[in-house]
């Protein structure tokens, strides 16, 4: 099994998110809140320390949990593996669930926090290998060997799912580098804020 830091749990935030009753602009908060269903993470509280930021991440993050072609359960797959592969608990823990209600099961986010993961043919299918293969070395790597990534257009042969697929991947290793290193808190490690 991966060794589990949690360094963005762990420690205090480097930047206190901003507080319940210094939130603003509100046509932005309303805007995020919208989005999460009515509520603020404190990934957003964060995010709120640049209005500009948070304005950018919100319309291009939504786009992607929202908009894609790719399916919800790959997705989420593959946000899963970021979040083992960079030890970004807060990530995990706001994605697991989404897993699940994908359709994917908790015997398989068991098995991703295994090892090889991208090898387990008892938890994942071929398809979900490939993800997570291809989660695993764009994470870890950078660079993408030709064999990963024919994996991938071999089980998905649809170039926009491809470039999708990437993107997600792409994306949610800078959310897992920014919770990292700012140590976000999880919402339950946080006082109350106020209103």
């Known amino acids: 099994m991966k060794p589990t830091r949690n360094t963005d749990i762990n420690n205090p935030p480097r930047i206190a998110p901003v507080p319940d009753s210094a939130l ?8 995020i809140a919208q989005r999460r269903g009515g509520t603020l993470l404190n990934l957003d509280r964060m995010l709120l320390r640049s209005p500009v930021f948070a304005s950018g991440w919100n319309g291009f993050m939504g786009a992607i949990r929202t908009q894609l072609s790719l399916d919800p359960c ?13 030890d970004a608990a807060y ?3 706001q ?3 989404e897993f699940l209600a994908a359709g994917g099961s908790q015997a398989q986010l ?6 090889a993961p991208a090898s387990n043919q008892q ?3 071929a398809t979900q290998r490939a993800v997570i293969a291809l989660a695993q070395a764009i994470t870890r790597d950078v660079r993408v060997e030709d064999a990963v990534f024919g994996a991938v257009q071999a089980r998905l042969p649809d170039t ?3 470039v999708e697929l990437v993107g997600v991947i792409a994306s949610y290793n800078m959310v897992s580098r920014f919770l990292v290193a700012l140590q976000v808190p999880m919402e339950s490690d946080m006082p109350d804020t106020g209103a």
């Not at 989420?76 to 592969?85: G, M, Y």
């Not at 068991?110 to 090892?115: C, I, N, P, S, V």
């Open 24 to 31: 603003g602009p509100p046509a932005l908060v309303q805007a």
């Open 74 to 86: 790959l997705r989420e797959l593959a946000i899963c593996t970021v979040a083992v592969e960079t």
């Open 91 to 93: 990530e995990w823990s």
């Open 95 to 97: 994605h697991a669930p």
């Open 110 to 115: 068991d098995a991703l926090k295994g090892e």
């Open 123 to 125: 938890a994942f299918d």
């Open 160 to 162: 926009q799912q491809q």
